[in-house]
């Protein structure tokens, strides 16, 4: 498979691009600065330099021709205010999406986070990053052309993984290292069964094959 990555140089996108490569699939991550490119280069993926704020629906249309499977893993990141919230976590997920379906690629997995939901109440940047992703979600999920499917994780951790975890509708609160929901992404991307589907991840007691197995079609 060719699987292209938006948020190529995201802690999550790197260590799921070491796992696709080392499996055999051929690896983009879109990034937006140039020097991030030896990162990406020594995880085994192709570097593709392009601006998620700044680039045309056709711009990114061209990157995802050839690939079997898109996965949108780019967020605005600490630090950033509530209007690149809007830009990045909400916008680039949507031109993403657009993009996908212009290129005809189906298969659409998208990194969102627990608790989004585009009527969050509050005030505070992560009232506005949920928010944000809320309506990406939604968004995605309107899509008839995609055949997507939403992952969102719990607390984010940079624990060692254990290939343990709980992937359900709704698993409550807790945390997940970023190494077990790399490995869950590369199972959701060749897991079509598991299109439609809105899934909560945390650490569990069920390997990540057998979660996700055990999920799709439900």
Known sequence: MRIVIAGGHGQIALRLERLLAARGDEVAGIIR?????????????????????????????????????????????????????????????????????????????????????????????????????????????????????????????NDAGTGQVRLEADTGRGPVPRDDVAAVLAELVDTPATSGLTLELISGSSPVAVAVKSIAGN
């Open 33 to 157: 600065r140039p020097e991030q490119s030896g990162d990406l280069l020594e995880a085994g993926a192709e570097p593709v330099v392009c601006d998620l704020e700044s680039a045309s629906v056709e711009d990114v249309a061209r990157h995802l021709a050839s690939a079997d499977a898109a996965v949108f893993a780019a967020g605005a990141g600490p630090g950033s205010g509530a209007d690149r919230k809007d830009t990045v976590d909400r916008g680039a997920a949507v031109l993403f999406a657009d993009a996908a379906e212009a290129a005809g690629v189906r298969r659409y997995v998208v990194v969102s986070s627990m608790g989004a939901d585009p009527a969050h109440p509050g005030d505070e940047i992560f009232d506005a990053y949920l928010r944000a992703k809320g309506e990406a979600d939604d968004n995605v999920r309107a899509r008839a052309g995609l055949d997507w499917t939403i992952l969102r994780p719990g607390m984010l951790t």
